[in-house]
């Protein structure tokens, strides 16, 4: 059985082993990482010895005619593929999706230096760092500096002895690909939701399409347009060799075929051909040391892969993500897609994704990089055998059937994409649905309205009054997700609620919630309504004045919540300076209104007695809601058609604290020791992960599997 049969069926094998054990195969990510390590540990040394190897290799003429002649027309082959890459998010569905706050969002973005990139001073460090474009510069550089120089004979035998033996290398760890693809395919199977197998369709068939496009119209058309052959031809001369690549998945076995179908070709051109033939011995070989097409077209996973975790790649992003594709690509396309992974700032375990769904994508780009192959020789070819001229009837034809045939298959797979992941979809509001992480206290009374209480001696202690009371009054803000709100169950819970239970629990002392709002608060701190007010209070100047704050227990982020289509424009503090009748929506807090209007003071600030009101608008009453990135997170899971906008550059943190009565220093003293205290426990760590950043295991719901669900083996 050959190695491409192997492969395959480790793939089923994988397959079948995740949707049989389910999560149980999660360990096997580790057989995958480190098969994936093997895997690279060749790719960089070789990308530079075969690069210097083959360059320097040619001679300063033969260097030339490819350079002008072959090297314009191969510009013109990536170019038409990167836009497609370009376009090819057009079919993808318009998804509600939402999800937890993340750090990344806030992170200080990193200035693109297209410099450093692409230019080392120390060749060294790009190796050890694997900084792709910067190493194929130089190994390009290196290899035109070796052409004319006497004498490099030995020292080009010596690269291509090291050449082999990484070739070599790198075939046997390739021999342990069933093993390695198995446990990647296991554990992605494994572990994948049921809503993320239908989005990976969505990848899948868009580059199956737009290599059949590519391949089997684009490239051949463009043939008919520029020599004298014609598409039928084309395509039925090197039919053969397309399928064998498609089947095997491997372009080198292909490129002899490729040039004696090409020949064949040429030689139909009778006496124009003669110069052109030997041309293609030439080109063929030489090419595959350059990005062929089908390797180009994974470029798409980048763009898939943001608008699989909600995110996107804007249109200013686009000149420089394709430049440095382009350029990683000369390497191994496993790195490059590693590289432009973590330059869009995209998780790096969507690469495990990539790895799993690359085994079918890949048969479709290996097609297209025979057809690029082909059609760059006998372009090549005839260039330099001077039988290539633009013949301007067909081009008109083909450009208008061309435009008219993607714009029809883009529609059509954005549709059929949209009612297929649609019965994917789950509609349950996972903030809504959420539950006290720890247990609650036995003795606790939540109060919906502000009780009255007995009359209490203010000039005792607070500890004092908890302890006599035997329960703790707390103050809440309705519907300050997440950190204290009404769940779908009408129990209060929430980052705060949490914590104030463990207060209680560790006072030995009862709860007491009393709802409070803007206008009220600091009254019932000083009536004694209240000991403390817990609801991610922002601290701000005015209220200082006349309340005393604890230490900070968290630091968050002020940010815009933003109807989706808008995300991008409320993501740069210029864009949105330059917008006029702007009408902005913002929580009850005054201190937040000054700052806002410093910042922007052509907009219009509205303060709203509850975040709802910006969420339920009907039309465009207000552009945005000025908030916290952690609280709009939460609220953006709640409505998804919203997201969560952080202006660049700079960003504006804001403490947030408990409030207590200014008379009892002592009170303030105990809480600010039990804050340190909760931080240093873990216990702030926790119930962050678990509300407002969503890592708790108590949040996912064990994934479908035979062994549990059908057979009931496994709990």
Known sequence: MGLSARVFLALGLGVAAGIFFGELMASLEVVGNIFIRLFQMTVIPYVAVSLITAVGSLNLRAARELAIRAGSILLLLWVICLIAIAVMPLAYPQLDSASFFSTSLVEPRKSFDFVRLFVTDNPFNALANGIVPAIVLFSILLGLTLMGIEGKDKFLDILNVLKEALTLLNQKIVSFSPIGIFAIAAAAAGTLEVEQFGQLQVYLAVQAVFALLLGLWVLPGLISCLTPLRIKQVINAVKDPLLLAFATGNLLIVLPTIAERGKGLLRELAEDSKEAEPMLDVIVPTSFNFPDLGKLLSLGFVPFAAWFVGSSISAGQYPGFLAAGLASFFGDVSMAILFL??????????????????????????????MHTASLALMGACAMGGIISIRWKRLQVFLVITVIVTATLLGGMRLAFTKVLSNFQTKENVIASMQLLRNPIDDIKVHLTPPGFPDEDLETGVLQRIKARGAIRVGYFFDNIPSTYFNQQDELVG??????????????VGLIFIPVHEKSFIKMLKNGTCEIIMSSLPVTEDRAQEIKFTNPYLIETLAFVVRDADRTLFGSRKAIQKLESLRIAIPNVPTLAEKLKKALPQAEVVILETLEEFFNQKGREYDALFLTAEAGSAWSILFPDYSVALPQPGITKMPVSYAVNDRDQEWLQFMNTWLELKKHDGTVNELYDYWVLGKSEKLKKPRWSVIRDVLGWVE
Do not use: K
């Open 341 to 370: 992974l973590d330059m869009m700032r995209l998780p790096a375990d969507l690469f495990q994704i990539y790895l799993a769904v690359d085994v079918l994508a890949s048969r479709f780009g290996t097609l297209l990089a025979a």
């Open 495 to 508: 980052m705060d609620v949490e914590m104030a239970h463990q207060l209680a629990r560790d006072l030995d």
